[in-house]
């Protein structure tokens, strides 16, 4: 009888820890297991989740170009929490290469601007497109590769 409860344990033990009925994650999704604020490399169509179920997913990109000629090119992600789920957009333009990396890096910056008589004047501007903020997590655009991935910075901000 003992030996019997041994077998039943043992393929118990087997059958439950097997890989056939173990729960995988689906091979275009990547568990993190990470601290936030690390940089984050994101590819099309894959989905990435956090430990606190928060996830990420790069959907497609996208591009315009305005009648000034400037491109916006953007990488459009669904992020999900709580069954709750949104689109947001993440972008570059065409003319980033003249801003300098705080403009790039920050949020809200100042600048100064020299106007054509000598004077200057500060201008506060926010850099939106690069940014997004939802559901108490902060996401920030770093490296963008058209129709290859994203680099993201995601910082829990609660």
Request: aromatic content about 10%; some cysteine; glycine content about 4%.
């Amino acid at each position: 009888m003992n030996i019997l409860k041994k077998i039943c344990f043992l393929i118990h033990v087997i059958l439950f820890s097997s890989s056939i009925y173990g729960q995988k994650t689906p091979s275009h999704q990547k568990a993190m297991e990470m601290k936030y604020g690390t940089i984050i490399k994101v590819k099309t169509n894959e989905t990435i989740v956090f430990e606190d179920n928060l996830s990420i997913t790069l959907e497609s990109f996208s591009h315009k170009t305005s009648l000034k000629g400037i491109t916006k090119a953007s990488a459009n992600i669904t992020l999900n929490l709580q069954q709750e789920e949104i689109l947001q957009f993440l972008s570059v333009y065409s003319n980033d290469h003249l801003k300098s990396e705080k403009e790039l890096n920050s949020f809200e910056y100042t600048k100064t601007i020299k106007q054509e008589d000598g004077t200057s004047v500060s201008v506060t501007s926010q850099n939106n497109a690069r940014f997004t903020f939802w559901k108490g997590y902060q996401i920030q655009l770093k490296k963008f590769e058209y129709d290859r991935f994203i680099k993201i910075i995601v910082t829990k901000i609660l």
